[in-house]
C-alpha cells in the first residue's frame, strides 16, 4: 500500500439510513479464541481504511462464501460427511451442499485473513506454512489442499450463531446473511492480519474490547459488539466450545427504526421486535449516540 492508501485507513464508519431491497449474501465468520492468563481472549482484526464492507472497523476473520467453496470434494478433503455439517448447522431449510460450502468459506477465510489454517496432513509436517506459499504464488484453496492432500478440520470451529443484516442497516451498504463459528487458535500457529484487507490485529479479552471500544480506541459494528457481549460471559475457551455445542445457533435479525431521529437497532426479545423470544445475553436494543452504538444504562448496561 503507498502513503495516500495507509493514511485513508483511518476512515471511520458511518451511519447508514438507507433501506435496502437485495437479498443478503452467504457468508462466514469464525471467532478465534485462546486462553489467556487473564482469561478468555478473542482475536480481532482491523478492516482496511477503504473497504467498502465495515472499512475500519475491527471484526472477526471472514467474508463472502464463493462458488468454489461449495466445489470441494469434502469427503476427499474433510474430516466429516456433508450430512454431519449440515446437522452440525441446525438449519432444515438449507441443503447439505450449502452448509459445506458455509464450513469450507469459514475456514478459507480464517486462513486467507489471519493464516489460521484448520487442517491436517499425512505427509506435511507444517501445512500452514506450505499452504501460505501456495497460495501467494496463486494457487486456489481448493487445488492447493488437493496438492498438499490436507484435510479440513471441521470439527474444529463450532457453529456459533447466525446474523443477518437487516433490511435498514446501521453501517454498512451491503446486507449479507453471515454464519459465526467459534474455534480455539491451534497450537503452534500464529494468528495475524495480512496487510491487505486487514491492517492492524490485536488479542483482548471480550470485555476489554468493548471497554477499548467505549473509550473510541477502536470501531466495532454491532454484531462485533452483541458478539463480544455474548462472549465476556465466558472465562475460557472450553466453556465457549462447550456452549456452541449445547444449544442451536440462534438466528438474529435485527430490526432498526428511527425514533425522533435517533436510530436504534432492536434484537429479538425486545418489545418493538417481530421475535419475543430472546437469542442473546445481553441488552436487547441498541441506540445510536456519541457516535457510537450503546444500550441504556451505559457500558455497565452491555451486560445486564
Known amino acids: 500500500m503507498d502513503g495516500a492508501t495507509r493514511i485513508k485507513d483511518d476512515t471511520r464508519m458511518e ?3 438507507e433501506t435496502i431491497s437485495t437479498p443478503p449474501r452467504p457468508a462466514a465468520t469464525v471467532v478465534l ?3 489467556a492468563p487473564a482469561g478468555l481472549e478473542v482475536f480481532l482484526m482491523k478492516r482496511h481504511g477503504l473497504s467498502d464492507v465495515l472499512g475500519g472497523a475491527y471484526v472477526f476473520p471472514g467474508g463472502k462464501v464463493d462458488a468454489a467453496d461449495a466445489e470441494l470434494d469434502m469427503l476427499a478433503h474433510g474430516d466429516q460427511a456433508p450430512s454431519a455439517l449440515h446437522a452440525g448447522l ?3 431449510d438449507i441443503s447439505e ?3 459445506s460450502a458455509l464450513y469450507v468459506a469459514a475456514l478459507r477465510e480464517a486462513f486467507e485473513e489471519s493464516g489460521v489454517l484448520f487442517a491436517q496432513g499425512d505427509v506435511v509436517a507444517q501445512p500452514a506454512a506450505h499452504a501460505a506459499a501456495l497460495l501467494r504464488d496463486g494457487l486456489g484453496f481448493n487445488a492447493m489442499l488437493a496438492q498438499l492432500t490436507l484435510r479440513l478440520q471441521t470439527q474444529a470451529i463450532q457453529p456459533w450463531s447466525r446474523w443477518i443484516t437487516p433490511v435498514q442497516p446501521s453501517v454498512m451498504n451491503k446486507r449479507f446473511d453471515t454464519r459465526f463459528f467459534v474455534a480455539a487458535v491451534p497450537g503452534g500457529q500464529v494468528a495475524r492480519h495480512d496487510d491487505f484487507e486487514t491492517t492492524e490485529s490485536i488479542w483482548l479479552s471480550p470485555r476489554e474490547a468493548l471497554l477499548q471500544y467505549w473509550s473510541g480506541q477502536i470501531e466495532l459494528a454491532p454484531p462485533q459488539i452483541m458478539s463480544l457481549v455474548h462472549l465476556a460471559r465466558h472465562s475460557a475457551v472450553a466453556s465457549v466450545l462447550a456452549a456452541a455445542r449445547a444449544r442451536r445457533p440462534p438466528v438474529i435479525q435485527p430490526e432498526s427504526f428511527d425514533d425522533d431521529g ?3 437497532i432492536c434484537y429479538p426479545g425486545d ?3 417481530t421475535v419475543r423470544e430472546a437469542a442473546l445475553p445481553g441488552p436487547t436494543r441498541l ?4 457516535k457510537r452504538f450503546e444500550p441504556l444504562g451505559g457500558f455497565e448496561g452491555l451486560f445486564s
Do not use: I, P
Open 262 to 264: 435517533e436510530r436504534m
Open 271 to 273: 418489545q418493538r421486535h
Open 90 to 92: 441446525g438449519e432444515s
Open 15 to 17: 451511519l447508514n439510513l
Open 33 to 35: 479464541l485462546r486462553d
Open 287 to 290: 441506540f445510536y449516540r456519541n
Open 97 to 99: 451442499a450449502t452448509a
